[in-house]
């Protein structure tokens, strides 16, 4: 894995995530059994950071700030969901909790190793 293939994981990843989320939004909130509007803002967040660590992945130069933003944005998400873990968690499916601790896991995961490749990811 190269660290240019790490912003194209972290960047398909969470827009593939949201594009579904926000399709089947209206499955998915009897699915996970979580409001709708959480469901909608997961979704639309979910694009939104994609495009941005996407535009990363495909710019030319990359400053040691973006990188270091993109790092912050990871864990900053990780605490959401684990925030969203905790408030849902008597009231959300199994599948809901799946999807959100995952999620968490998952950036946190991706803030770690982004962390690491920071320097490497930094294009002058």
Known sequence: MTPQSILWIDSIGAIVVGIVMLILQN???GFYQLPQELILFLGITNVLYGIYSG??????KRSQVFIIFLIIANLAWGLVCSILF?????TASIFGKLQIGAEGIYVSMLALIEWWYRKELVIS
Do not use: G, P
């Open 86 to 90: 905790a408030k849902y968690y008597q």
């Open 27 to 29: 499955f998915l909130q």
């Open 55 to 60: 535009s990363l992945a495909i710019s030319r």
